[in-house]
């Protein structure tokens, strides 16, 4: 093993300079190993500046163009990375410097992510993959990368199909629903090969104002974060996660509050749950619910079947959104759409891929009651909003999946990610895994298509329980497992 050296560097700069290239050097300790020329240590540790050809990006939204899969260099001294590797659920924050796409970004953050999902990855002494988290102002207070703070880098874990998020954020959006901006990425890390990644959008103030959504408060309920509960008292409580009226203090909806994504704000807070309360008594809708996004929200949600969510046991995995005193939703984390989660067990029919198919598209609620659950209660509890609610189900249906954009689109995926599964170093699923994932997730959507197409139609009960086997589609030939999922232990 060996460094570059002083003098190997000069003989490279000399070398560019005379080719016109200006090069500019960054000082890691990337080891290089004997033989190997010393043009392979500068794809992770210099940045080549082609005079008057490379020009700065514009914004971030180069990096979130889904036609290709872009590149993340991460560089970190060994001695970092050897130690999130050994102790990933303590989430340090490690000093690293990038290159997205060629283009640097020094003195950032770079740490794991995820809750159950670490938990679980971390427990396999043969995984070194985890999702990650990049703050681009963590160690340089104020330093955006092109107005972006953060950076999630989602790993693919339980989604042998590594399309959930993204297509699902891609529904979302057609349906003009905010939604995270993603894409596909190859990480590296200190000049080695890491894997096919996931970038996705940190939900901030910088997506607020993308949107034109400026003005407004967000919060990220979290069901089990409220500081003040007891341990010892039982099962945790929503502490207003669920979006449930409960009373006029603040200090019974510590896990809204105590998740403020934008800057504090008690008047806000007020406002929320004068909007809580109007909407608990389903009372002048219009002026506390953007009433329009919410059912867009549900359009999707409820299409995609995501149960690690708001319409599951937990309150989780949703963003609440507040101006002007009316209340929207936006979406997170649906690699565990589709069935997923969990896989047997608590659910015990969800792992039966013609019940995921057919789960009725007024009934999504999951071991959860509609009174514990107001935000989705007031939409099919008044006529005139359930029919607005089918009306808008019936577009994404019309729109995405029987014009056959969704089929083009999931297609092009697979083309463009396929190579990249097949040399992915440390991929949870091998190619034929990935392969097995994308027909079933192609046609378990075609056929969940077909079956709320009956459902508006009239054919088939939008209610699970009133459904019949005769008019039910048939799905057993597709295994919910094979796009991957959490296994019960």
Sequence with gaps: MRRVSIASEAVLRREFEQE??????????????AGKKLCAVFAAAIVILFCGCQTARADA????????????????????????????????????????????????????????????????????RYSLKVNFGYFTEGQTWHTLRELHLLSMFADATYMKDYLCYSMFRKMEVPAPRASYVWLTVNGEDH???????NMDEHFLAEGSLEGGSLYKPEEDSNPGADPTAGPAKPFGADLVYSDDSADSYGNIF?????????????????????????????????????????????????YDSYTGPKSHNFYLYER?????????????????????????????????????????????????????????????YLEEYHRTVNRL??????????????????EMLFPYVEKDPTAFYSPEEFE???????????LRAASVRLQLDGLLSADTDLQTEETRV???????????VIEEK
Excluded at 195 to 201: D, F, K, M
Aim: hydrophobic share 40%.
């Design 20 to 33: 016109g290239y200006t090069l500019r050097m960054e000082r890691y300790s990337v080891m290089m190993g």
């Design 61 to 128: 939204a180069d990096l979130f163009d889904a036609g290709d899969v872009h590149r993340i260099d991460i560089m970190l001294s060994d001695r970092d990375w050897s130690d999130l590797l050994s102790h990933p659920v303590d989430k340090t924050k490690y000093k690293a410097d990038l290159l997205i796409d060629g283009e640097p970004v020094n003195n950032v953050s770079f740490a794991t992510k995820g809750t159950s999902s670490l938990l679980i990855a971390a427990s396999d002494p043969e995984n070194d």
């Design 195 to 201: 894997g096919l990644y996931l970038a996705v959008e």
């Design 258 to 306: 105590n998740n403020t994504v934008t800057e504090e704000d008690p008047d806000a807070q007020a406002r929320v749950i004068r909007s809580l309360k109007s909407l608990q008594d389903r009372q002048n809708l219009k002026d506390c619910l953007d009433t329009e996004e919410i059912i867009r929200y549900f359009a999707v949600h409820n299409f995609v079947g995501n």
């Design 324 to 384: 002007d005193e009316k209340l929207a939703l936006f979406p997170w984390d649906y690699n565990l759409a589709f069935g997923a989660f969990p896989s047997d067990g608590q659910f015990g029919h969800v792992s039966d891929s013609t019940w995921v198919v057919n789960q009725g598209i007024d009934t999504p609620l999951v071991c959860v009651t509609e009174d514990a659950r107001p935000m989705w209660r007031w939409i099919v509890s008044d006529a005139a």
């Design 397 to 414: 249906i019309k729109d995405y999946f029987e014009s056959g954009a969704f089929e083009k689109e999931i297609d092009e995926l697979h």
């Design 436 to 446: 097995a994932a994308y027909r079933t997730l192609r046609e378990l959507c075609l």
């Design 474 to 484: 048939d799905a057993s030939q597709l295994s919910v497992k094979a796009m991957g």
